[in-house]
Structure formats: C-alpha cells, structure tokens
C-alpha cells in the first residue's frame, strides 16, 4: 500500500495532506524518514508520523457539526484559540480531522472523519460536491456581481466562480461552490467592496445543517457516507 495511502486509512489526515506531511519529512518506515511518494508499506512495517506510532484505525467515524463563529478548524493553536474539535472532543475519544475548512470568522456546517479516503472525495473538485453558504452583507449585493461571479471573476492572479446563487434580500443571498478556493467568498465580495458580516454555510451534499444546533455534531448515517463514495468511485 503507498505510504499516504496509509496514512490516510490511520485517520492522520486527507490524502492529500499526508503527502504533504510525507514532503515536509514528519513520517518515517521503519525508522527512515521518508521525504518522497512512491513508498510503499508492507504488514509489519513501523510507521510513525511526529513521532507518534500509527495505525489503521479499527472503525470508521463520519460526524457533521455545526462550527460556531469564533472556532477554529485546526488539530492546535499557538495563540490558544477555541478548537473546532473541541466540541466533540467529550463524546468522541478517536482522533477525527476535518474535511476542508471554515475560516475562524466562518460559521456552519463542516465534516470530522478518520477516514482520509472520505475526505478526499470531499475535497476533491473532480467529485464536484456542493457546498451552499449564507452570505450576509453590510451594504446591497447587486445581482450583477453574482451574475459575473457565476460566469467567473478575475481577483489579482486568481480566477473564482459560483455554481449557482439565490438572493434572499438586498443584502443576502446563497452561494453555492464545487471547488472553493480559501477564503473565496470573502475575497470576492472585498474585491467588489463589500463588507460580509456573516458566511454560514448551510450545505454539503446532500447534508444539510438545519436539525444541528450551534456547537453540536451528529454522525452520518450509512446511506449518507454510501452518498459521498459513490461520487468518488471515478477519482
């Protein structure tokens, strides 16, 4: 099995961050410390990642929560931040990552797994799952930026576009991506000078966050998690 492969079925992280972790020289076989992908793992071999030994994880967990504004989506914090995670940390002692991310500012729905197969297919553009946010402005949202925003938006080097929108007033509305770059939605908006006071995402899939209180988590059913596979079965 490859080495991020692995990695990933131990619930350290997403595949592609495990290649990462591989890059940045974190993960040693067998007491090498190995920098490049390719590596493969065989039944017996010793793998450790900062130091920790890992393993396959013996159960899979899917868990939706609700993020508040003011948390943050990150395994630490040096300036000592409320953690995300934290906020399942009583009820569920396996170590869980999130799929993707919400800013710290951000509110809403995000996933928690150990299963780095199930967020890559999250994660991945090529497997095109929406996600849907509330945005709420500070001034008007002309239609025409959304308009422009739909059909693609050039910001500096960057190139953003929305799948769909719906507004919901002069001064809120939902967008909804496939490949959301970080922070896109507040960085298409501050292009066109306006001030978001709220991005709250609402959607995943077919997952959504009403019934989810601020805070609180629930775990995916077992038709919920086949819905998310199968949408990676041609990654």
């Given amino acids: 099995m490859r080495l991020q492969v692995y990695l990933a079925r131990c619930g350290v992280a997403s595949r592609r961050h495990c290649e990462t972790l ?4 974190k993960v040693t076989v067998n007491g090498v410390t190995v920098t490049r992908m390719g590596v493969r793992v065989q039944d017996g071999d010793s793998v450790t990642m900062a130091g920790r030994t890992v393993k396959p994880t013996s159960g899979k967990i899917y868990i939706a929560l609700h993020k508040p504004r003011g948390y943050l989506c990150s395994n630490s914090d040096p300036q000592g931040r409320p953690l995300a995670s934290q906020l399942f940390a009583p009820a569920i002692s396996a ?4 799929v993707g991310r919400l800013d710290f500012l951000s509110s809403g729905l995000i996933l928690y797994t150990n299963d780095g197969e ?22 008007p949202i002309e239609e025409e930026m959304l308009k422009q925003y739909q059909k693609g938006i050039q910001v500096g080097d960057m190139r953003f576009h929305c799948r769909a929108y719906k507004l919901r007033g002069s001064r809120s509305a939902l967008i909804t991506l496939t490949a959301g770059k970080n ?15 709220r991005v709250h995402r609402v959607r995943i899939g077919p997952l959504h966050l009403k019934g989810i209180a601020a805070g609180h988590f629930r775990r995916l059913t077992e038709r919920e998690v086949r819905w998310f596979l199968a949408h990676g079965s041609g990654n």
Avoid: D, W
């Avoid at 170590?95 to 999130?98: E, S, T």
């Avoid at 922070?183 to 006071?197: D, H, P, Y």
């Fill in 183 to 197: 922070r896109e939605i507040r960085t298409v908006f501050t292009s066109r000078n306006i001030r978001l006071k």
């Fill in 95 to 98: 170590r869980l990552f999130h």
């Fill in 22 to 25: 591989i890059e940045e020289g």
């Fill in 118 to 139: 199930f967020a890559k297919i999250v994660t991945h553009p090529s497997s095109e799952i929406e996600k849907e946010y509330l945005v709420e402005a500070a001034r």
